[in-house]
Every structure is written in structure tokens, then in C-alpha cells.
């Protein structure tokens, strides 16, 4: 456990917290006018390694030794030179701060962070943090390497779970799920969608999907796992008879064919390292995805009939109302997919940077 603590006066600016990994959806942008949740779950922070936020610098005021000597590996609209190695927590864990008012930002219903760091220590009065609360941007609190450091807190130091554990333990994240937005003339509104998280995810699995391809054609499981990735992928890759094949594999499933050349497999919430196999799989190519929505893809929820009511007898089962589906097909998030992909030293190919070319100039119509 830590409490961070302002770097310019010592004074306490958080509850104790424990770290996890970074969800892969912290950057997701998402809709218009959408009213996302807290990014983080209270009591925890997770480091971001990269820079967030201005000052930006475009793409060709960068040498391309210094983009790759950043991780970036492929042309990006612009990067920040902000201090890298922020924490990000949830806003309610965030203690003896204010609000910094002129440090609003371009924001339309919120706080954006577009300005800097917009909270500042009540003690001293630096600033140590920047608050997003936006629409469309995932809620968090982002306290700057620089201004706020880590202290270890006396308590319980649980280890992470285990694989075995975390496969008992851990919810999954449901694909659908209703989608707040904020109120006109006539109030709020809320529509059913695809799970903002599961696009996002997406996004971060295919740029993996991609390179493991090898610009080869891929075949992905049945079911939800198809609906997720077969159409961006059969319109990203060329067509042909051999295909690659793609399996999902991790705890407590059967271990994979030996042919199986790509496997999906969980990150762990807590460390943020993937799931490795053992035996013929070994030299697969492992592609990441969040524990929850693996937890998903190998085992749905079933929409099981509902004990009815009123003049049918209690213990009849019926199957209505029918489960709520978004009315369009799963879009993977553009966004995402284009920051994990440029950050993957195999971008550098050719053909993989072709795909990523046409993510950025949007010809891609229809998938995202």
C-alpha cells in the first residue's frame, strides 16, 4: 500500500491505494456527449509510462531517432513533452487538494485537462494533479511524477493473485451495457451499446492480431469472438486459402493444439503481465487482452429465462423480455488501435505500415 504525498510540502494527497495495471482503455476517447465512468477502482493507482497532455509537438517537428528512442515506431499526429510516469487513481481517492478554476480547459461539461495540472496541494498551494471528467473521457485523477511522490504505508502487502485464483474470482465485463448521455432541453438520455471497455480492448488485441498475422489471413474462434474481430480483420489482411489460426487460451482452459500459431490470452489486473503458456504453444504469438473480457469470450453468460410474474405461476420460466443488442455491429475503437499499434516495433514492415497509414487518413469506413 501507498499514500502519495506533494513533493513541494509533504502534506498527504491521497488514501491509501494499491497499485494494478494500467486498463487498456485509460486514453479512449469515446462517442459524443457520453458520460463514461471512473477509469480506476477506489483504492487503487495504476502508472501511465507515457507522456499525457500539453505541450504537444507534431509529427514532423520530431527526429524519428527520438520518436523510437520513445517507443513510437510509426507517424503520430502529435506527442506529448509533458512529464511521463503519471499515477492515475480514482477521483474520490484524492485528498488535501483544490480546484485551480482558470485551469478549466477546452471542455464542454467538464474538466478535460487540456490546460495542465488543475488541482493544486491546500497546503502549499503547487500544483499536483490534473482531474478529467469530460464527456466521452473515462473519470480520473492524474498526479504528476514530479509533484507527487509514493510512499510505502504500514498494513497488509497482499501478493497478486494467482492465475488459478483470478479465473475463480475475477468479473467478467459484460459486451453490452447502456450508455449515459448528458441532458437537453428534453433531460438525460441513455442508449444500449457495445461496451465502450470491449471496443477499446479491441483495438488493443488487434494491433497485436496484426503483427502475430504476419500479413497472412487469420482466423479467430466462433461466437462472440468472431463478431469482436473477423470482419476488421478479413478487411485489414489479404484474402487467401491459408489462414492463421487463432485460439483463446489461459487458466483453467484445455491447452492448445500445437498448430495454433496465435493465442488470446488474459492480462493480469493486478501486474499487467499477459498469460504465458507451457509446452508446443510457447513460440505463439500471445495477443492481450483485459482478464474481464476474456473471462467473457471463453465463457459467456448465458441469458437464462426470468421466473415470470403475474397470472403465469411463479415457478414457470419464460424467455421474455428478450436480452437488449445494440443495433449495429461491433466497432473496434479506432483510437486505440492506432496508439497500441505505432508503439509495436513490427509497425516498421511495409505491409503493417500500409494498415496503419489507412487508419490515420480514415479510410477504413464503416469498421471503427
Request: proline letters at 12%.
Amino acid at each position: 500500500m501507498f499514500v502519495f504525498v506533494c513533493a513541494g510540502c509533504g502534506a498527504e494527497l491521497t488514501t491509501p491505494l494499491s497499485q494494478v495495471a494500467l486498463p487498456v482503455h485509460a486514453r479512449q476517447t469515446y462517442g459524443n456527449g457520453a458520460q463514461l465512468p471512473v477509469l480506476m477502482e477506489s483504492g487503487t493507482f495504476a502508472v501511465d509510462p507515457d507522456p499525457w497532455g500539453g505541450p504537444w509537438r507534431r509529427w514532423d517537428e520530431i527526429d524519428p531517432g527520438e520518436a523510437e528512442a520513445r517507443g513510437i515506431y510509426a507517424p503520430v499526429y502529435a506527442l506529448s513533452d509533458s512529464t511521463p510516469g503519471a499515477s492515475v487513481i480514482a477521483p474520490g481517492d484524492i485528498r488535501g487538494t483544490r480546484l485551480i478554476p482558470e485551469k478549466r480547459g477546452g471542455a464542454c461539461c467538464g474538466l478535460d485537462g487540456a490546460d495542465g495540472p488543475n488541482m493544486a496541494c491546500q497546503a502549499c498551494d503547487l500544483p499536483v494533479a490534473t482531474r478529467v471528467d469530460d464527456c466521452s473521457l473515462w473519470q480520473a485523477v492524474r498526479l504528476g511524477s514530479d509533484t507527487a511522490h509514493r510512499i510505502p504505508v504500514e498494513g497488509i502487502h497482499a501478493a497478486p493473485l494467482s492465475w488459478a485464483e483470478l479465473a475463480q474470482k475475477a468479473e467478467k465485463t459484460p459486451p453490452f451495457e447502456p450508455i449515459a448521455t448528458w441532458g437537453g432541453r428534453l433531460g438525460s438520455n441513455h442508449y444500449w451499446s457495445w461496451s465502450p471497455q470491449w471496443e477499446a480492448a479491441a483495438g488493443h488485441a488487434l494491433a497485436h492480431l496484426l503483427v502475430a498475422s504476419q500479413g497472412q489471413p487469420v482466423k479467430v474462434p466462433g461466437g462472440l469472438t468472431t463478431d469482436v474481430f473477423q470482419r476488421t480483420l478479413d478487411a485489414l489482411l489479404p484474402a487467401g486459402p491459408e489462414k492463421r489460426r487463432a485460439v483463446l487460451a489461459g487458466p483453467g482452459q484445455p491447452s492448445p493444439d500445437g498448430d495454433a500459431g496465435i493465442l488470446l490470452v488474459p492480462i493480469h489486473p493486478q501486474t499487467g503481465r499477459t498469460w504465458t503458456p507451457a509446452g508446443p504453444t510457447t513460440s505463439a504469438y500471445p495477443v492481450p487482452l483485459p482478464l474481464g473480457v476474456w473471462l467473457w469470450l471463453v465463457s459467456p453468460q448465458p441469458y437464462l429465462p426470468v421466473p415470470a410474474s403475474g397470472r403465469i405461476p411463479r415457478d414457470v420460466l419464460r424467455d421474455d423480455p428478450l436480452p437488449l443488442l445494440p443495433n449495429y455491429l461491433f466497432r473496434v475503437d479506432r483510437e486505440t488501435l492506432q496508439h497500441t499499434l505505432a508503439r509495436l516495433p513490427a509497425v516498421r514492415s511495409p505491409w503493417l505500415r500500409t494498415i496503419h497509414g489507412s487508419l490515420a487518413q480514415g479510410t477504413s469506413a464503416g469498421l471503427f
